[in-house]
């Protein structure tokens, strides 16, 4: 049962680092090409958006890889 939940979890945090991906690149993009590149009203929030998809990305990467290895870990002793 814990091997289930574990599998669960680490495939749902694999998802949510996908789409903290997506959100990092948006932002990259509108910054450095989209309509930001010469400046505008909004630049802040998407550079905040830049850090905190950055951030997400390691986070949900590192909680994915200790739900497998735990997930793992359980496994060895079935």
């Not at 802040?44 to 958006?49: D, V």
């Not at 830049?50 to 739900?67: C, E, N, P, R």
């Amino acid at each position: 049962m814990i091997d289930l939940a574990l599998k669960w979890l680490a495939r749902a945090l694999v998802a949510l680092m996908a789409f903290s991906a997506l959100t990092t690149v948006y932002a990259w993009y509108e910054l450095n090409v989209g309509a930001c590149k010469a400046g505008c009203a909004t630049e802040q929030t998407l550079e905040a958006f830049q850090y905190v998809g950055l951030i997400g990305l390691f986070g949900f990467s590192m909680s994915a890889l200790a739900a497998f290895l735990i997930r793992r870990y359980f496994q060895r002793w079935d």
